[in-house]
């Protein structure tokens, strides 16, 4: 019989479960609004990026509505300059990207929502976290969701989303890569890295996308990369409410992340809008990477 997203939350403490199916709930109805909350908004959010009504709206709609849950104390946003004060009484904290992917709302490709959930007081390192999800508004309206040890797919259907897949591990060999970034602005290191992929048969699959071209990764194996750029040395990725969720998740599934350095996971973060050079995928693909970028600095 299938398995409803609560049913397979009976596995998890309490509030957590009532976190997950509410984030649900809102991702539903994100998913039934986005045909109507098109086009750009008049305003810039902090990283100085134009922000679509969508993006807006969507951030907006999630803060309050978990205001109104009482379960989440603060909350950073890509949207908010600041941390966001929901519920005293709240045990989590959460990083938001509410709509990943913005710009392929115009061409009506993937996008995404988010979600980093933590007990320790952001910012803080993504080794914290307590759990992590994703969901990705496609031709089917997916959810992922990693605890420790354990990652699970979900669709939603008429009678909710039900379970796709429990223990997702990332398939060995990976097939795909998906990289970010000008390729002229990649470092040489890291182009002759691609290269060797490419040899080996890897594919090229990017989309723009960070739910999205995470979410291949996790089906097909490979690796997701928005690296370092000669004009940008940090790349593109937010740490908080991007890279530590997506990274968690990864390592759920048996695979592992970088900046080049450690893993994503282990960063103390300087602040909630720092940006990090991000690769993720197969452990394998990801240590061969991290030792050849430590090798050329
Ligand atoms: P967002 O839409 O939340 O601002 O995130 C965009 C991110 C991410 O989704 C994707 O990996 C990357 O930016 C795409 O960047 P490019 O347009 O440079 O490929
Ligand atoms: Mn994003
Ligand atoms: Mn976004």
Redesign the pocket.
């Known amino acids: 019989m299938t398995k409803t997203l609560k049913e397979h939350l009976e596995k998890v403490d309490n509030e957590l479960a009532s976190l997950i199916l509410k984030i649900s709930e809102l991702a539903n109805m994100i998913s039934s609004e986005l045909p109507y909350r098109r086009g750009k908004a008049d305003t810039k959010n902090v990283f100085g990026e134009v922000q679509l009504i969508a993006?807006k709206w969507a951030d907006q709609f999630i803060i309050d509505e978990l205001r109104k849950s009482g379960l989440v104390k603060t909350l950073v946003s890509?949207e908010q300059p600041e941390i966001v004060k929901l519920d005293e009484k709240g045990i989590f904290n959460i990083t938001l990207?509410?709509?990943?992917g913005?710009s392929n709302i115009e061409s009506n490709n993937l996008v995404g929502t988010i979600i980093g959930i933590y007990k320790k007081d952001l910012p803080t390192p993504g080794k914290n976290l307590v759990a992590a999800m994703y969901i990705l508004y496609g031709p089917v309206t997916t959810l992922v969701y990693a605890t420790q040890g354990n990652v699970s797919e979900f669709i939603n259907t008429k009678k909710g989303f039900v379970l796709r897949e429990e223990n997702i591990k990332l398939p060995e060999p990976g097939k795909l890569y998906s990289i970010g970034g000008l390729r002229k602005e990649w470092v040489p290191s890291f182009k002759k890295y691609v290269e060797e992929l490419e040899a080996q048969g890897y594919k090229l699959r990017y989309g723009g996308s960070f739910v999205g071209d995470t979410n291949q990764i996790l089906h097909y194996g490979g690796i997701f990369a928005y690296p370092e750029l000669t004009t940008k040395p940090n790349g593109k990725l937010r740490l908080l409410v991007e890279s530590n969720t997506m990274s968690f998740i990864i390592k759920q599934a048996g695979g592992a992340s970088t900046n080049g350095k450690c893993s994503v996971l282990e960063i103390e973060p300087k602040n909630i809008t720092q940006r990090v050079p991000t690769y993720i995928g197969n452990k394998n693909l990801i240590e061969k990477l991290e030792k050849i970028l430590i090798k050329e600095k």
């Open positions: 993006d890509e990207d509410p709509l990943d913005s």
